[in-house]
């Protein structure tokens, strides 16, 4: 038994010198719609049956094995499980970095000397050939203006050219400043993206070409800052393109306050309890506080015009920073509290912006009271004039 | 046991059969013949001649040749007879193995 075994495996390894088996598989792959050549591309071909990781490669045109323009060569017996009479295989082409692919095509292997992959047509990835950013407001433009305690409407618009003329897909646009980056989650303060874009697909009167519209609302306390807006769009091949364009989105200075301040009831020479007002930022900047007040007509000095006789403005008198409740002297009142006038001043205040999307957090308390002189009575009304302001107060 | 021996010899015996008449059946050798024949399908052969030609030149003599190809290293080297000869235009010489698909059964024409 041993020695047959010896022959066996002599005659054995003789044979396998001399035999080996090919079966090619030739086929052509047109250029791209817009003109981009197929040969260079690789192709791949793989049995499905065995997943795409055991593969033979080749070069479509004169640098591969075909040696011909368009054409591609392989033998399916270099496959690690080889490949049998009746195996049905995949090709197609790769991306290799450019963008340029195609779908894959299926053929049979036939028990003839080689056989002819169906046609692959390599796909065209779109093309974004114009891109745009802006509000609604014609003038300044591309320049954002942000509207005080509500959203504006932004749009990121583009112009894609698909040569293939398939549909497009997974459209998406990403706006974001320069103090986030692209691959950031959504924040109100400097990003934001829309999966959910318009296509016009009649636009220009190109079956080819599609506006995409993107819109997004613009919360008032966004980044005052250069944005960019990356749309990326795909066909349906999933050849995905992307494109951008910068705007700027410019500063908003509001402030917002409770009104009216109510000071209740005062005896005439009593300081009146405190009032506490609520100041908003309703802006896109850390700011500061303008106040002066009037009676009637701006400048004139006066605080509040009653039923009878008047409060001087500087009889009324505000805290930025810290409450002083209960009862105060005269002497207190005027140096806890600094008085209003009848011009406008700036004083510190470094209120930022909001910075929290759920609740608001650019609120600050301002603390009031209002002595009424001798011979003062009955109703009495006046205004304050808040305003932000982004220069250093006194 | 005796039995067992026995049957396993015949086995062995009927493979070697089997691989020696495969061999006789595929294998061609055309020393330095000009009338060779090509059964329809597979035919391995190997070359005897004194002037190497080129596999374009060959398959153009022999329309009935599907694919001409040859192993070097771990690659294919093919040569296919379809949209007008797709493939590398190798010469043919002396020496190697090359397997020939045929669609039918010919006579070679060799080319010099």
Redesign the interface.
């Known amino acids: 038994?041993r020695k047959?075994?010896l022959?066996?495996f002599a005659?054995?390894l003789f044979?396998l010198q001399?035999?080996?088996?090919?079966h090619?598989i030739?086929g052509?792959v047109s250029d791209a719609v817009d003109g981009t050549s197929a040969n260079g591309h690789v192709v791949v071909l793989w049995n499905p049956v065995y997943g795409m990781s055991d593969n033979v490669t080749d070069i479509i045109g004169t640098l591969g094995?075909?040696?011909?323009n368009n054409?591609y060569?392989m033998?399916c017996?270099?496959l690690s499980n080889g490949c049998s009479v009746g195996d049905v295989l995949d090709v197609e082409v790769i991306d290799t970095g450019d963008n340029y692919f195609s779908s894959n095509v299926s053929l049979t292997v036939t028990?003839?000397?080689?056989d002819?992959a169906p046609n692959i047509k390599l796909n065209s990835p779109p093309n974004i050939t114009l891109i745009t950013v802006d509000d609604s407001l014609t003038s300044p433009a591309h320049q954002i203006d942000l509207v005080t305690a509500s959203t504006r409407d932004v749009n990121c618009t583009a112009i894609v050219n698909e040569p293939d003329g398939n549909p497009l897909q997974n459209i998406s646009a990403v706006f974001y400043s320069t103090n986030s980056t692209y691959g950031s989650i959504d924040d109100n303060n400097n990003h934001y993206t829309n999966s959910s874009c318009f296509q016009n697909t009649n636009y220009g009167g190109n079956p080819n070409v599609t506006q995409v519209i993107c819109g997004f609302q613009i919360w008032y306390y966004a980044d005052a800052a250069t944005w960019n807006c990356l749309m990326n769009v795909s066909d349906n091949f999933t050849a995905m393109v992307n494109s951008s364009n910068y705007t700027t989105i410019n500063t908003l200075l509001s402030v917002g306050v409770d009104s009216p301040m109510d000071f209740g009831i005062v005896n005439s020479q009593n300081i009146s309890e405190e009032v506490p007002v609520n100041v908003t930022n309703y802006g896109n900047v850390k700011i500061n506080l303008s106040l002066y007040g009037y009676g009637q007509t701006e400048g004139d000095g006066i605080a509040m015009i009653c039923d009878h006789g008047n409060i001087s403005i500087g009889n009324e008198r505000f805290n930025l920073t810290s409450s002083n409740p209960g009862s105060l002297t005269l002497n207190q009142f005027q140096s806890d509290y600094q008085n209003l006038t009848d011009f406008y001043s700036i004083y510190p205040f470094g209120l930022s912006q909001r910075t929290d999307d759920v609740s608001n957090n650019a609120v600050n308390f301002t603390y009031w009271r209002v002595y009424l002189p001798n011979a003062v009575a009955y109703n009495c009304t006046g205004n304050v004039v808040f305003g932000a302001s982004t220069l250093q107060g006194a | 046991m005796k039995l067992k021996m026995t049957a396993s010899k015949y086995i062995v015996l009927a493979f070697l059969m089997v691989i020696i008449l495969a061999s006789a059946l595929f294998a061609v050798s055309a020393p330095d013949s000009r009338t060779v024949n090509l059964v329809e399908g597979k035919n391995t052969i190997s070359f005897n001649v004194s002037n190497p030609f080129s596999v374009e030149t060959f398959v153009k003599l022999n329309p009935a040749i599907e694919t001409v190809s040859y192993h070097e290293g771990n690659e294919t080297v093919g040569y296919v007879n379809t949209f007008g000869g797709v493939g590398k235009n190798f010469l043919i010489e002396s020496g190697k193995d090359y397997e020939i698909f045929s669609s039918s059964n010919i006579t070679l024409n060799i080319p010099g």
């Open positions: 038994m047959y075994s022959i066996f005659v054995f044979s001399g035999v080996f088996a090919a090619f030739v052509q094995n075909s040696g011909q054409t060569l033998d017996e270099l028990g003839a000397g080689f002819i």
